[in-house]
């Protein structure tokens, strides 16, 4: 049973246009979550994350939205430039003090950005 | 600082046929992690070392992978013996002490292991 689902495995967006990257949760014991670019023949890099406690976090021109009650999230990138051409992961973690920090991924979402 | 490292970076292996993955953390970090990638799908967890003690290997596949943390710094990952199944990139991460915040966990470049 996926309990992180990117339900768009691909996407393609205009250079300098937004790019909008969804995921979606199902376990409410989530309350860490991170995004992960990831290049061909790479490990994963991490990008942004965010804690159940807030609805928003930016970095630069990387956004991540949290949407609790609807177990939703998504990443915002403004604007988008052909260098952020990868595979996103979506991941969560648990509640901290369950011992574990281990992280739940998504299936991925390649974006390509068009010049 | 160097990164998580892992060694090979590439593998073919026939079935029945063991194999040992290596992965160096970055100093320092006391969590360590192996996930495995199959076939373009998500990437799944395997389990979680906190330094040298397992502290969650629920990800495990079955009894034909073993992992171990010798000293709390570098891991291997052993495969023996190996099935076509187990084909896939396994990926190593660390990351710092939790405590009471989170910190992101780094990846390696990962070990594309093929079994034929």
């Known amino acids: 049973d996926q309990q992180v689902k990117q339900n768009s495995p691909s996407l393609s967006v205009q250079e300098g246009r937004i790019s909008i990257l969804n995921c979606d949760y199902t376990n409410s014991m989530f309350d860490y979550f991170l995004w992960y670019k990831k290049y061909p023949a790479e490990g994963p890099t991490f990008l942004i994350s965010i804690s159940s406690i807030k609805d928003k976090n930016e970095d630069g021109r990387f956004t991540v939205f949290l949407n609790k009650s609807a177990k939703h999230l998504s990443l915002h990138i403004v604007p988008s430039q052909p260098g952020d051409s990868a595979v996103y992961f979506c991941a969560a973690s648990p509640r901290r003090g369950t011992g574990t920090y281990k992280y739940i991924f998504g299936t991925g979402t390649r974006l390509k950005v068009l010049a | 600082e160097a990164g998580v490292t892992q060694f090979p970076s590439h593998s073919v292996i026939e079935k029945g046929q063991t194999v040992t993955l290596r992965c160096d953390p970055i100093s320092g970090h006391d969590n360590l992690y192996w996930y495995r990638r199959v076939m373009g799908k998500e990437i799944k967890f395997l389990l979680h070392?906190?330094?040298?003690?397992?502290?969650?290997e629920s990800g495990m596949p079955n009894n034909r992978f073993l992992a171990e943390r010798t000293g709390g710094t570098y891991s291997t990952l052993k495969v023996q013996p190996a099935e076509l199944e187990d084909s896939g990139v396994y990926f190593c991460a660390s990351s710092q002490g939790g405590g009471r915040t989170y910190t992101e966990a780094f990846f390696g470049q990962g070990t594309r292991l093929t079994v034929v």
């Open positions: 070392f906190v330094k040298e003690s397992k502290q969650d």
